[in-house]
């Protein structure tokens, strides 16, 4: 099959082989009643490494992340983080790992204020019997953590819902990376975006790969961008991996035609 | 314009900030809200005040806070609930079953202190059935808690054969729960305790954030089952409270007491208040108001010798008006979130 051919040609970039291994995923598999999400799903994420994930709409690509991130559990499967064999039981579980996510849909709360979405479900308490959230260390941290990652939003105060799309993108990056992450999962960042907002997310993007410390996969549409962007590039097709290459060993013309070989391959087996 | 160009370390995203509504858009507009709906009480106290002479005594302040006391008691629930987009109807059937629980465990020869924690337990654990129905087997709550409302009516009617009893008293019990003025004390202190708990804490926030966005809020590791069940239990629990209170009150523990009807002026002080029925915000200060400013006409109504039906009219429209206000302030919002 022609599928399998680039499977077996896949290859650790080079600038990062021999890394550390920050996350490993083998044979997962996810169904959801009749539908297989994924079947037979296997990744790796070196250390400090860009993982771009390809593939159309109903691939499987946000079911692997929440596999990833605790959100759900696989039907079958073996994921490995840090070296150590983990089933994931809960988000909370997956986040003590390091594993942060922005999820497709953001996971933000339109009503609520910025700074109370960036401590969503991880607020800081005041000291005392009452456990009250303590806003004004979360307003302060809020603004920090913008600001940190070169986000100028003026009020943290301000709701969600008021926010732009890219702004919102912005915030949810924002909450992921400063929590401790080590593994930075992003879905479609760039999706329902303007061309200068996805300009900025990118920039952004750009400069959480200079960190070292932090391993990516980002979930993407445009093959260009995800190109320029990723270390190595995955393409995920009918709940499987079709293709995988460093980035710069691939083309644009070479992905398509991974499509175009892979919806011929499913069309003549049908 | 050219994508992913470099630029300066901070990013342009906050330059261009959208038109304010409020000052501090939601919470600021809820405040306001509140606020008007005070002013509106007020308003009308002065009117009747105005027309009758007899408005502002003690006698009629007492009707009054007994009027509205149950209300606010069973709105405090179904606020935290209609913030998460769940309603529990059969809040009022709970408050006629409770005082018989503690009717039954008291006449059984429990300590009367004893009775009354298990009849608000029994109350706590309709409301989790309520909740777990609703969450857990997914049937939306309109239609479980239609069902237990239906079902603990009958369930009422039958332990009670259809008859009153004397709430069992003892001095200081009775003193704490049915003096004069107990009711309206304890709906104040309520109505302060969970204001606090909405505002202030991980319990409240996550209560906005399920209604808000429900799949969010679980991709965030929240447990929006144990949010959601857990605010069926204290609509429940609420819902037993305020029927203990009435029927220690009146020394009497009716079958017939509270009903539908007293659900429904719960969820009407709740909605005029500000609280949305759609889930994801809504404010408790802004059910006392509400439920003050409908207690205010139903009294100055009777006693100035108007019909119910004229009040049931009101009612009707401030529902409608209150209904229009919020659905409009989320046109509005929405309006501010487009490019
Ligand atoms: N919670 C769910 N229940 C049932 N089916 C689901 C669920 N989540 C995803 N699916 C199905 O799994 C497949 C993969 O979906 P998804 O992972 O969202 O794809 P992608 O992100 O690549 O567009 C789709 O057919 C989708 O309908
Ligand atoms: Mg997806």
Redesign the pocket.
């Known amino acids: 099959m022609s599928q399998s051919q680039y499977v077996q040609s896949s290859a650790v970039p080079p600038q990062v082989a021999g890394g550390q291994e920050a996350l490993r995923a083998r044979d997962i598999v996810k169904r ?2 009749a ?1 297989t ?1 994924l079947n037979g799903v296997s990744l790796r994420l070196q250390k400090g490494e860009m993982l771009g994930i390809l ?1 159309d ?7 692997l992340i929440k596999i990833l991130t605790g959100f759900q559990a696989p039907t079958s499967g073996q994921l490995t983080i840090n070296g150590e064999d983990v089933a994931l039981k809960s988000v909370d579980h997956a986040r003590e790992l390091g594993i942060e996510c922005v999820y ?1 849909d953001l996971a933000l709360v339109p009503g609520l204020s910025i700074y109370h979405n960036m401590f969503l479900n991880r607020e800081p308490l005041r000291a005392g019997p009452f456990r009250l959230l303590d806003n004004a260390q979360m307003k302060r941290r809020a603004a920090e953590a913008l600001e940190d990652i070169g986000v100028n939003i003026p009020d943290v105060n301000e709701e969600v819902a008021r926010l732009s799309g890219g702004q919102r993108q912005a915030v949810a990056i924002a909450r992921a990376v400063y929590s401790k992450a080590k593994i930075l999962l992003l879905d479609e960042p760039l999706a329902a975006m303007g061309a200068r907002e996805s300009g900025l997310i990118l920039d952004l993007i750009d400069r959480l790969k200079k960190r070292a410390d932090l391993s990516l996969i980002m979930i993407a549409h445009n093959y260009a961008q995800t190109l320029e962007v990723a270390d190595r590039i995955m393409m ?1 097709q009918h709940g499987e991996v079709t293709f995988e290459r460093a980035s710069a060993e691939t083309s644009v013309p070479e992905l398509l035609d991974v499509v175009r070989q892979n919806y011929k391959v499913v069309r003549g087996g049908a | 314009m050219s994508a992913h160009t470099h630029k300066p370390a901070q990013t342009e995203l906050g330059t261009k900030p959208r038109p304010h509504i409020g000052k501090r858009g939601l919470h600021g507009f809820l405040r306001v809200r509140e606020a008007s709906i005070l002013v509106v009480a007020i308003l009308l106290i002065i009117y009747f005040e105005s027309t009758n002479v007899n408005f502002l005594t003690d006698a009629n302040l007492q009707t009054l806070s007994q009027f509205i006391s149950p209300w606010v008691v069973i709105a405090c629930g179904e606020i935290m609930l209609l913030i998460c987009g769940e309603i529990d109807l059969s809040a009022g059937m709970v408050f006629a079953l409770a005082p018989f629980i503690m009717y039954f465990a008291h006449d059984a020869g429990l300590p009367l202190i004893i009775a009354f924690i298990l009849a608000i337990i029994g109350c706590g654990a309709i409301g989790f059935f309520n909740g777990f129905v609703s969450v857990k087997l997914r049937v939306p709550s309109f239609v479980v808690t239609l069902g237990t409302m239906f079902l603990i009516n009958g369930f009422t009617l039958t332990i009670s054969r259809g008859f009153p009893v004397d709430t069992p008293n003892d001095g200081i019990f009775s003193f704490l729960m049915g003096g004069g003025y107990a009711e309206i004390t304890w709906a104040v202190i309520l109505v302060l305790f969970m204001h606090g708990m909405l505002r202030n804490t991980r319990w409240g926030l996550h209560t906005i954030a399920v209604g808000g966005n429900l799949l969010g809020s679980a991709e965030s590791g929240i447990n929006v089952t144990k949010i959601k069940i857990g605010n069926f239990v204290i609509t429940g629990a609420l819902a037993g409270l305020a029927g203990i209170l009435e029927a220690s009150r009146i020394g009497s523990t009716d079958p017939l007491a509270g009903g539908s009807n007293m659900m429904f002026m719960a969820v009407a002080a709740a909605v005029i208040g500000g609280t949305s029925l759609m889930g994801g915000s809504g404010t408790i200060i802004g059910g006392l108001f509400g439920g003050l400013m409908l207690g205010v006409l139903q009294d100055g109504f009777t006693i100035n010798g108007i019909n119910a039906f004229t009040f049931d009219m009101i009612i009707g429209a401030a529902i409608l008006i209150a209904m229009v206000f919020n659905i409009h302030f989320a046109r509005l919002r929405n309006m501010g979130k487009l490019k």
């Open positions: 959801f009643g539908v999400a593939g709409n109903g691939a499987g690509k946000s079911t497709q995920f």
